[in-house]
């Protein structure tokens, strides 16, 4: 799922200071799932807001929503009374979601209350940690399942480098050693030589390098 | 001879080679360059340039690899994937070689956040082993990545890497130095080496692999300066093993004693391992330490350094 922090405060406070009239909009999906943009945070944010506005003044009108998917048209649109009724929308969803809304409704702008971060998973209560990032090009099959391009710190292909630690990359001592691991993995399940195969450099096209990205199905298309 | 490097020269003489270190300064003085190679002429048969070492911005390895040159000295120019992608690569090895360099080390480059630019975005568009192969496509075929076309001139390049038999998995080091052969690699130059029950665990390997036929292999030594040096290198440094026994021959030495105790055990180091079978040559990493580096390689014996045309 995608991953996402909420940003400060400060940071959205700042950004509504123009503003009075106030739509929250949280999604139902991934940062619901991540605990950062889902009803139960907009609540949170709301309450925090309300109390700002309340001490230093600052008239706001703070309305809530949250909607299923703010990456789909059939979900957002719904929202168009709402929309119209507000000066400013603040997202709490992705940054997928985020620009949809706005281009579903292009006369009003939608401002960001989360910064997303990466494609992870929960990996216990209270910690999510990345898996991949959506190169285009998966080479999991060559790497146990484990993905040296969003988990090495230097995203190497034929890795590890001499800064492995005690199974920790050089960078922290809190972050495992992808090619570490790899290794580890490929000596359990006997396929260790699988790691003595060079693999070429890579073409980053089908990553964000080729432009922007889109996926189209001719089959699909009316 | 690939490149024709004196480098090259005096591994395929049968010589015991030896490669020096030299930093370029945090500034664009050239004389800084100049004065550091003029310490290190005639002590070594060539010199790394390193590239923005610890990800501290310096003048650049290729200009003060060329600056090295003209002061009479052999560089080996450093190359790290982590600030240049692959067409700025390619572009600085025509560079590097119109102004006469021969040599090149190839390396992932110290991770962005250790030195002084710690926002910067990386790049790991290749990596080293990569690298390796890049050049050795435009050298020996005289094409450039993802091309067909024939490059125009020729990439004379003497292929070097480093490797580091003390970072783990230990028993997967060799077989990596393997994999960086078949990617067309002539001489290594090893992470410094304390250890040397590890070290020559590592080169039993390496010899039984036959890759000692294949590469040069120089082993890494840095001379401890203090007691202080070598508890930080011991403890903070990643990939690298300090025994016991050199931290209390480190500590034990008077303060003002402490960097004569250091080149002490260094020379030992190197007469040990220039015995060790499949050892080619020594790589003196004497860090900011360029102007003791001639009386090191002095004091272990290598001296003088051959000449050949």
Redesign the interface.
Known sequence: MIIADRKPIDDIKNMLSPYKKILLVGCGTCVSVCMTGGEKEVGILASELRIISELEKKGWEISEDTIQRQCDREYIEPLSEKFEAADIIMSLACGVGIQYMAEVFPRHMVLPAINTTFYGTTVSEGEWQERCAGCGDCVLHLTMGICPVARC???????????????KC??SSDLD?AW?MI??RMKDLGKLDM??T????R??KASLNGGPRKRVREDLKK | MKAGSNLEKVFASGGFAVTGELGPPKGNDGEVVKKKAAMLKGFVDAVNITDNQTAVVRMSSIAAATIALQAGIEPIMQMVCRDRNRIAMQSDLLGATAFGLKNILCLSGDHQSFGNQPGAKNVYDIDSMQLISTVKRMRDEKKLLNSDDVLEGEVKMFIGAAENPFAEPFEYRAYRLKKKVEAGVDFIQTQCIYDMKIFREWMKVVCDLGLNEKCYIMAGVTPLKSAGMTKYMASKVPGIIIPQEIIDRMSAAPKDKAAEEGIKICCEQIQELREIKGVAGIHLMAIEWEHRSGEIIEKAGLLPRPKID
């Open positions: 710190s230097k995203g190497l292909y034929n890795g590890p480098c001499g800064g492995t630690d005690k199974g050089e960078i050693c570490y290794y580890n790691i003595g060079f693999i070429p450099p073409s980053w």
